[in-house]
């Protein structure tokens, strides 16, 4: 019954490449958020206010 030309698992199959796009999003955000802090505590560091 596994068949690749199957409808039912290519919708499997589009829906986990959605959902790793997503996740992907997310952690490109958080990580980029976390750069931003770090980069605004350092210049606030070095520039003393």
């Known amino acids: 019954p596994w068949r690749f030309s199957d409808p039912e698992t290519k919708r499997k199959k589009r ?18 958020k976390g750069i931003r802090w770090i980069k605004k505590k350092c210049s606030r560091i ?4």
Not at 15 to 32: D, M, P, W
Not at 46 to 49: I, P
């Open 15 to 32: 829906i986990a490449k959605y959902k790793v796009h997503s996740v992907e999003g997310k952690v490109k955000a958080t990580l980029q």
């Open 46 to 49: 070095t520039h003393g206010y």
